[in-house]
């Protein structure tokens, strides 16, 4: 499976974006997927996963109320909605796909296949 994130861009402080990312090969739908973040000097972190099927998400607590993470099999394509973006949510965003996860998963180790990162800047 190959990932390609994109969507990033510079944004003022309680803008949108809407982060994509298109994976190729057929199996795409059996993947639970996941999106992370690494800011500089810090460690990647997670911010949102979605099953195999879209019916389970889980959030990072900073993401809650904000990002939704949706995908759509026929596309290929799992996304992330942000709204209300504050500086802190500056980073490289991350699209990854899990082989061996059940469900969704908020660990990056539990992730095989990682996308290139967009970058998401935020100005106050």
């Known amino acids: 499976v190959q990932l390609q994130a994109y969507g990033g861009g510079l944004v003022q402080a309680g803008g949108s974006l809407r982060l994509s990312c298109a994976a190729s090969g057929r199996t795409f739908s059996r993947y639970p997927m996941g999106w992370f973040r690494q800011a500089p000097g810090k460690e990647r972190e997670f911010v949102a996963a979605i099953s195999w099927n879209g019916g389970v998400t889980a959030y990072a607590d900073s993401g809650k109320g904000r990002f939704t993470i949706s995908r759509d099999n026929a596309k290929n394509t799992v996304y992330l909605q942000m709204n209300n973006l504050n500086p802190e949510d500056t980073a490289v965003y991350y699209c990854?796909?899990?082989?061996?996860?059940?469900?969704?998963?908020?660990?990056?180790?539990?992730?095989?296949?990682w996308g290139q990162g967009t970058q998401v800047t935020v100005s106050s």
């Open positions: 990854a796909a899990s082989q061996t996860t059940g469900w969704t998963s908020r660990y990056r180790y539990d992730y095989d296949y």
